[in-house]
């Protein structure tokens, strides 16, 4: 079982669309982070979050810890934006490792 | 935020081979992270580098696999021992930078003929 859950494995849209990723943890936790991984390997950190909502250009997560739940949305959609989307989450008292999600490939065609 | 380079970027090595990875920080740290991406995977963590000790490896890593070196508080070097073709992979590093954000490498793509 995997304690961390993205969906959709896969997204293609046009560009211009209004994108949401979705994640789902079952472990208690003291932060989430979305990491951007572009074909070459190189991984970058979107957002950290331990409550609420942070936004960032077109970029947008959310969490809510009750529910154990965050989005990523991207705003007005952009073939650059294609890449894979990884949810992370610190677990609380296991200092700095993380169960990371699967991974949501996006295309976002022109 | 924290700057993170690896060396090599990409190696195709032969089976049987060692290759050992390098990461360098442009900040100290005092933890630093190596990751394996298995093809179509996600990330797995192999083992939490500390400066000063030994490493702390992982369910199913272990040292002499994927021995560790911190010799001091920027840099850090993973090695791949006696290679096979599952061993290819994308091994990264991270470091939290100072406001508990995670930094990762730009990877080190590795392939095992």
């Known amino acids: 079982k995997n304690e961390v859950e993205q969906s959709p494995q896969n997204l293609t849209a046009q560009e211009g669309e209004f994108i949401t990723i979705n994640c789902s943890y079952s472990v208690g936790i003291s932060a989430l982070h979305w990491l951007q991984q572009h074909p070459g390997g190189g991984i970058v950190s979107l957002f950290m979050l331990s409550s609420g909502k942070k936004k960032h250009g077109r970029l947008i997560a959310t969490i809510n810890i009750q529910e154990k739940h965050s989005s990523l949305h991207i705003t007005a959609s952009h073939p650059r934006d294609s890449a894979v989307y990884i949810c992370a989450v610190e677990p609380t008292n296991t200092g700095n490792q993380f169960y990371f999600g699967t991974g949501t490939s996006l295309t976002v065609i022109p | 935020s924290a700057v993170i380079s690896q060396k090599p970027s990409r190696d195709i090595c032969q089976r049987g081979t060692s290759l050992t990875i390098q990461c360098q920080v442009d900040s100290q740290v005092t933890m630093m992270f190596w990751y394996r991406q298995q093809p179509g995977q996600s990330l797995t963590l192999i083992a939490t580098?500390?400066?000063?000790?030994?490493?702390?490896?992982e369910s199913g890593f272990v040292i002499d696999k994927f021995p560790i070196s911190r010799p001091n508080l920027t840099f850090s070097t993973l090695t791949v021992s006696n290679m096979s073709p599952e061993d290819s992979s994308i091994y990264l590093c991270?470091?939290?930078?100072?406001?508990?954000?995670?930094?990762f490498g730009p990877g080190t793509r590795l392939t095992v003929l």
């Open positions: 991270s470091a939290p930078g100072t406001s508990a954000e995670q930094f």
């Open positions: 580098a500390n400066q000063g000790s030994e490493a702390t490896y």
